[in-house]
């Protein structure tokens, strides 16, 4: 009977980071049928069926992305890889693309990404990328997925060639009058008719593939911001994707999904009223702890880096142009107000602080219209915030979620685009605590590299990775920086009960590191190695030898 009693596992030999502020620390914790159930201090440990010593490691909660897009990573590992510094320069963009039009069937795709004009010194020409692969249909994406570069054998194929802009989006042209290739927003939804809907097996492997390398990275739970349409969506029926990976034992990770507003409708309700939904009716909550759906989606503007965010002021390199907003006027308040009177989080992508203002606005006219207690409505990246724009986000339960690895990865553009005079109210961190905000972390993968702990170290060291400082003032401490890697972007999904600390009654999801990453020096801290991935009390990624790892042990099967 006391036998019976006894915890499935014991792990031992670490300094536990719990990011519980009752216990911050702990030498030992006990897990039972992938639960924590007890943790402590010193030799008064409880006798374990099975115990696991870690070699003086430390361990921290799963780290938890509050904002990555799974699909679009796992298709950018197939394509050719133009981030920098793999690509330098536009001739070694343009080499790329002939090489792999080298090896490629003509007639067919060739896919590349993560392009950065601001690093390569402009956008790619038509009339090079016709040049070295004239017999294929080209798309190159730009690293801020706002953007993608065609060439002409894709602009004749489609008939861009008279194609007004759509509202917000951009088809750019050349003086003559013909498209340059590169389309801007929404425009690149005109592709659709060559390039979607994704396959239902192609985004398995794609989601797959992606899982493998998170499990690799710490991270134990994501959320999947926008699916079934918009900018990020691959396929109307992308939910049927991870329903299948789960199915099939590929998904790894803890997944919340967000659908795109483009794809809810209103319907009908028993009480007379109507509910912004999909389907069914389903709404944000629905589902398990290891595939649920999450907030609704929403695009008001563009991106910064692509000059193409919605700003008050032009950028410091364009001083005409003041970006574009996503929705026609008035839409933007309708959809939010219907998605929360119909019960829903809402996650609004916002960027630019004319952007971020008229999202705030919106949700305060919403909630002053229906007062809703704990909603956690979302501005996804709020990446220009003015004080006045924290405070009443504040004031109204916002939680704004900005990416820390933009500072190290794109900070030198976004220097450049907005000038030194507005950067100090660029991708803010500590402000945002000192407001009384629960600060989650994220990445936008595959925006920039998602490794959290790249991520971690650019919200604590807020410095371009070309060694520019970045708003020094609102860097975060190491302790902060992983709350918000761990509890906050579980508080950010209403997943803070299960996830996000470590303390009895929680999952036992794990990430064991081979360095402390609240004493090492601060500019050590991307250089810490994750050596195991731990779900449930099951290594779904193990560097060390102790967990027989088990992928299928560590996935989220359908029972």
């Known amino acids: 009977m006391v036998d019976a009693l006894r915890p499935d596992l014991l792990l031992t030999d ?52 509050a904002h990555n897009h799974t699909v679009m990573y796992g298709k950018s590992l197939t394509g050719i890889e133009l981030r920098y510094p793999e690509v330098r320069t536009l001739d070694d963009l343009y080499d790329a693309v002939g090489a792999a039009a080298r090896q490629t069937p003509e007639g067919s795709w060739i896919f590349g990404d993560n392009y950065d004009q601001n690093k390569l010194g402009g956008h790619p020409s038509l009339e090079a990328l016709d040049r070295v692969a004239p017999d294929h249909l080209v798309r190159l994406g730009h690293n801020s997925r706002h953007m993608c570069f065609v060439n002409s054998r894709v602009i004749d194929e489609l008939r861009l060639h008279d194609v007004p802009d759509p509202t917000g989006g951009r088809v750019d042209r050349l003086p003559s009058g013909r498209p340059s290739g590169l389309l801007q927003e929404s425009a690149m ?53 991870y329903q299948e990976a789960r199915r099939r034992g590929l998904l790894r990770v803890r997944t919340t999904l967000m659908p795109a507003y483009a794809g809810a409708q209103s319907l009908p309700g028993a009480t007379g009223d109507d509910a912004y939904g999909f389907g069914l009716g389903l709404l944000t909550g629905f589902g398990d702890a290891w595939l649920r759906l999450g907030p609704l989606k929403v695009f008001s503007d563009g991106s910064l880096i692509g000059r193409s965010a919605a700003m008050n002021d032009g950028f410091a390199d364009d001083p005409c142009n003041h970006g574009l907003l996503a929705l026609a006027e008035g839409e933007l308040d309708r959809i939010i107000m219907d998605a929360h009177r119909g019960g829903w989080q809402i996650a609004t992508h916002a960027i630019g602080d004319r952007a971020v203002d008229q999202v705030v606005q919106a949700y305060a006219a919403a909630l002053a219209a229906v007062p809703r207690a704990d909603h956690r409505h979302r501005i996804e990246h709020a990446g220009i915030a003015s ?25 030198d553009g976004m220097i450049t685009a907005l000038g030194p005079g507005r950067v100090p109210q660029c991708y803010r961190g500590r402000s945002l605590l000192d407001a009384g905000i629960e600060l989650p972390g994220s990445s936008d993968r595959p925006v920039v590299d998602g490794a959290p702990l790249y991520g971690i170290h650019d919200m604590v060291n807020r410095r371009t990775d070309s060694g520019q400082e970045f708003a020094p003032h609102e860097a975060l401490t190491p302790e902060q920086a992983l709350r918000a890697y761990t509890y906050g972007s579980a508080h950010a999904a209403f997943l803070e009960g299960q996830l996000g600390s470590l303390e009895p009654g929680k999952l036992a999801d794990l990430t064991v590191l081979s360095d402390d990453l609240t004493t090492v020096a601060p500019e050590r801290i991307r250089d810490i190695e994750v050596l195991a991935t731990v779900i449930e009390g099951h290594a779904a990624f193990d560097a060390t030898g102790r967990w027989d790892v088990d992928p299928a042990d560590a996935a989220g099967r359908e029972a």
Request: hydrophobic share 45%.
């Open 14 to 65: 670490a300094a536990f980071l719990t990011v519980d502020p009752r216990r911050p620390r702990a030498d030992w914790i006990a897990v039972h049928q992938g639960k924590i159930v007890a943790l402590g201090d010193g030799d008064d440990r409880p006798p374990a069926r099975r115990t696991v010593r870690l070699g003086g490691a430390t361990v921290v909660p799963g780290f938890h992305d």
């Open 387 to 411: 004080d006045a724009a924290v405070a009443r986000m504040a004031i109204l339960g916002l939680i704004p979620n900005p990416q820390g690895r933009f500072i190290g990865e794109l900070g």
């Open 189 to 241: 939804e005109l592709l659709r008719p060559l390039t979607w809907p994704t396959p239902v097996d192609t985004m398995v492997d794609y989601i797959a593939a992606a899982h493998e390398q998170y499990v690799r990275e710490g991270l134990t739970a994501v959320q999947e911001a926008g699916i079934g349409g918009g900018l990020a969506g691959a396929s109307p029926i992308e939910a049927v994707a």
